[in-house]
């Protein structure tokens, strides 16, 4: 990359300055009572459809179909065959969540309309948030998350690291397969109607998705955000949304306890948190082997997640997840002051290291388009 690349000729190759103010992430710094988290309110939903065009309504959404005692499902089935991927190497950053904003700015509370237009602090995806909350425990990946004010609301859109798009272009043959049996699994197990059966015959195509668009507050920040759900309960008595929707994963069945214990200690914590967020209270897992067949499903509760890991020495909390993202948010509020979407500011942290910024005017890290400054300008 270029990290001179806006700024005059004269001054390239001279890296943007760090500006003074760190966040450390050390988890220590977080270990305090619970912050207010509110119950999420599902304030709206959009479908994207097989060449990802948008939607308003929740035609994507699917209805979860309880396996059979001893499934026989081959996640590898149809690999090679019946599988269209989505092209990763575009970036969409806030698009999607934009359109859905404009087309439903109405439905939006307004308590202070003269200087916030959507009465929120944040807009961002579920899946950012995710990030931070993990970032007291993460030892591998570092992120880079790009942050501006419009009309008084923080946007905030992930920027993929130097290592992250390295890894995404080498991945092996076997990891991009590995890829696929997630989305195989959701076919399996989801059904197009509330009476309808799985079609593990059709084609997965990853362009598809529904999303929740979500309203909370975490401390004292107003958040607005989507994240992709997998499917809901079939039962019309199932609780409203997002009570009634399902998160659905695959990991590797689990034979030693080494690997009950990383379990715990890595994927419970990503799975928690991604589901704690919107308020998704049951994550179903397909647990399978080495070449890709489900051995069992087996249901977790969201809420008791947290208990079902106090066993295993020096585990992640939930208090200081939530605790570095209060925090981490507050130190952007502190930061983001100036309202123009052309001004970007840069959050980046490594493992093992504070968060920092730099700060980006008229740069390739712009990321709101001008068809949503027109749109909530006129
Ligand atoms: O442009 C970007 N930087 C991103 C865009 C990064 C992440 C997501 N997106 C968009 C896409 O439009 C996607 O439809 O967000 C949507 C999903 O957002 P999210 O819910 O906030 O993301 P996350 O919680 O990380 O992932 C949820 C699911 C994943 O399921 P698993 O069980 O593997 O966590 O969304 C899928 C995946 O199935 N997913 C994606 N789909 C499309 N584009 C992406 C992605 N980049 N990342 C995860
Ligand atoms: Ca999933």
Redesign the pocket.
């Known amino acids: 990359s270029d990290p001179g690349g806006d700024l005059p000729s004269d001054k390239r190759h001279r890296p943007p300055p760090a500006e003074g103010r760190t966040l450390s992430a050390d988890r220590r710094l977080y270990e305090r009572h619970f912050p207010l988290y509110k119950q999420p309110l599902e304030v709206g939903c959009f479908s994207?459809d097989a060449r990802?065009n948008f939607f308003n309504d929740h035609r994507q959404l699917r209805y979860y179909v309880e396996p059979r005692r001893s499934p026989d499902f081959n996640l590898r089935d149809g690999y090679t065959s019946r599988f269209i991927k989505?092209d990763?190497g575009?970036?969409?950053?806030?698009?999607?969540?934009l359109r859905w904003i404009l087309e439903n700015r109405h439905k939006m509370q307004n308590s202070n309309s003269s200087s916030c237009a959507l009465g929120v602090d944040f807009v961002?995806?579920?899946?950012?948030?995710?990030?931070v909350l993990t970032t007291p425990y993460e030892t591998q990946e570092g992120w880079m998350m790009a942050a501006c004010k419009f009309r008084g609301s923080i946007y905030i859109?992930?920027?993929?690291t130097e290592q992250a798009r390295e890894n995404r272009e080498t991945r092996s043959e076997r990891q991009e397969e590995m890829?696929y049996w997630?989305?195989k699994f959701?076919q399996y197990t989801c059904a197009d109607g509330a009476d309808g059966t799985p079609d593990p015959g059709g084609v997965v195509n990853?362009?598809e998705?529904f999303?929740t668009v979500v309203q909370t507050r975490l401390a004292d920040h107003k958040l607005l955000?989507?994240?992709?759900?997998?499917c809901r309960l079939k039962d019309p008595d199932a609780p409203p949304a997002p009570g009634c929707y399902v998160?659905?994963?695959?990991s590797a069945e689990i034979c030693t306890p080494k690997q009950r214990s990383n379990f715990h200690r890595y994927k419970l914590l990503?799975?928690w948190a991604?589901s704690f967020l919107?308020g998704v209270p049951q994550i179903i897992a397909g647990f399978r082997d080495h070449d890709g067949i489900v051995v069992s499903v087996e249901t977790f509760q969201t809420s008791k997640i947290s208990q079902m890991i106090k066993n295993e020495y020096n585990c992640w909390k939930p208090t200081v997840c939530m605790n570095f993202c209060s925090d981490f948010l507050t130190f952007v509020k502190s930061i983001v002051k100036e309202d123009d979407p052309r001004l970007v500011y840069l959050f980046s942290w490594d493992p093992r290291r504070d968060v920092t910024y730099t700060v980006h005017r008229d740069s390739t890290h712009t990321f709101i388009p001008d068809w949503y400054i027109k749109d909530m300008t006129s």
Request: hydrophobic residues 30%; aromatic residues 8%; contains cysteine.
């Open positions: 994207l990802r989505r990763d575009v970036k969409e950053k806030l698009d999607h969540m961002t995806w579920r899946g950012h948030l995710t990030k859109s992930e920027v993929e890829m997630g989305y959701e990853t362009n998705a999303c955000f989507s994240g992709e759900v997998d998160e659905l994963k695959t990503k799975w991604q919107p």
